[in-house]
């Protein structure tokens, strides 16, 4: 198993930056898929990110070009990288890790952290 702990969301300003780490557990790190996804008040649970064992990465349109996520599986953990912040972006994040990552997501087993705030003011 895999467990998942979140950090580094807060409260920064319309164009600001922010780094996410997501600390992992468990001997399987490596060879799982994770990434991040957001929930803001009222609304589903949405994909953010994802990132392959071997490094691949797709992310949500809305975020393509301002987002970034790499993993480091000697460290296992994961950081998602946003710049350029917008008021939308508001929500609060979860680190997820599953057997696969394909379209939209992630699949198979899916695991998920406690989740962090972010919190972007206009």
């Known amino acids: 198993q895999v467990q998942l702990v979140e950090s580094g969301g807060g409260l920064v300003q319309t164009g600001g930056s922010l780094r996410l780490s997501c600390a992992a557990s468990?001997?399987?790190?490596?060879?799982?898929?994770l990434g991040w996804y957001r929930q803001a008040p009222g609304q589903q649970r949405d994909f953010v990110a994802a990132?392959?064992?071997?490094?691949?990465?797709n992310y949500a349109d809305s975020v393509k070009g301002r987002f970034t996520l790499s993993r480091d599986n000697a460290k296992n953990s994961l950081v998602l990288q946003m710049n350029s912040l917008k008021p939308e972006d508001t929500a609060v994040y979860y680190c997820?890790?599953?057997?696969?990552?394909?379209?939209?997501?992630?699949?198979?087993?899916?695991?998920w952290g406690q989740g962090t705030q972010v919190t972007v003011s206009s």
């Open positions: 468990g001997s399987v790190f490596s060879y799982n898929a």
């Open positions: 990132i392959t064992s071997g490094g691949s990465t």
């Open positions: 997820a890790s599953g057997s696969v990552a394909g379209i939209g997501g992630l699949y198979g087993g899916v695991r």
